[in-house]
């Protein structure tokens, strides 16, 4: 069998005396998108956080393509990463945020360029042809030198999936890309991470669209309180949920 792309055993986090998760499984494979869903609180956005290398783990292990997590093997040595190591790995994770977070003062197409050039160190030139590439590709090729004051909502967050897919990342994730969005703009988002997962981006999304979850999903999590209470195809958790918690939140939100 092929090595899963994301691999989580029993990982645990806790801020202070709280523990927020408690024991998460799950294995994502390569080209896979999983949809995690569950009540706010339930520690959603705090496991994408730590598969970002932004958040430590507790216990447990979180390997992502088949490397732990804050981690470097040497023989069968284990060392910690530097901050510049754990810099360069996420650099390899695309991250998609509620609030969109492009940089103000720059235009569109600096925004995007940025990271491949600072971060890659990609030539300029190699860099801005791929981001005309990428504009193209989220709907935005006239936006170029615009700056976010001047985009509605939902182009904001197409640019802000090209800026992420400019890194050439090995994966995508996505905290609620749609929950800031005035509802006629949630489906051109949805439609730029639709082409996504259909041209093979392996995708972790937590969202409260049960539609896209249903649609594009090839697996959905439900979350609460911390763990992964249930999970599976989403038809068999949106059409014959076997939790009781899970029927619960289905039912507030379907
Ligand atoms: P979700 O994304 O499912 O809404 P979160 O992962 O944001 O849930 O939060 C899970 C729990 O962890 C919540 O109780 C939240 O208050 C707590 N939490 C999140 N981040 C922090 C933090 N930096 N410090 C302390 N508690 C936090
Ligand atoms: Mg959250």
Redesign the pocket.
């Known amino acids: 069998m092929q090595q899963p792309l994301i691999l989580a055993e029993k990982v645990s986090k806790r801020?202070?005396a709280?523990e927020?998760l408690k024991g998460i499984d799950l294995s994502v494979a390569r080209g896979e998108v999983v949809c995690l869903i569950?009540?706010?609180?339930?520690?959603?956005?705090?496991?994408l956080r730590c598969i970002n290398h932004l958040e430590k783990i507790d216990s447990g292990a979180l390997y992502v393509d088949g490397e732990l997590i804050g981690y470097r093997r040497e023989g069968n040595k284990l060392y910690e990463l530097k901050d510049a190591e754990v810099a360069a790995k996420r650099a390899e994770i695309g991250m998609v945020f509620q609030n969109f977070a492009l940089f103000s003062h720059m235009t569109v197409l600096e925004n995007i360029i940025e990271a491949p050039i600072h971060v890659k160190g990609e030539r300029r030139q190699d860099a801005v042809e791929r981001a005309r590439t990428l504009l193209e590709r989220v709907g935005l090729d006239s936006k170029v030198s615009a700056y976010p004051r001047e985009l509605s909502g939902g182009q904001k967050q197409r640019v802000a999936i090209a800026r992420a897919l400019a890194m050439r990342p090995k994966l995508m994730l996505f905290d609620e890309p749609t929950s800031a969005l005035d509802p006629e703009l949630v489906g051109e988002v949805l439609d730029v991470m639709r082409a996504l997962a259909a041209d093979g981006m392996t995708m972790v999304v937590?969202t409260h669209e049960m539609g896209f979850a249903r649609e594009v999903g090839n697996a959905v999590a439900f979350?609460d309180g911390g763990r992964i209470v249930e999970y599976g195809p989403p038809r068999a958790i949106f059409e014959n949920p076997q939790q009781a918690r899970t029927q619960a939140f289905l039912s507030k939100v379907l």
């Open positions: 801020y202070g709280v927020v569950g009540p706010s609180g339930s520690g959603k956005s705090t496991f937590v979350m």
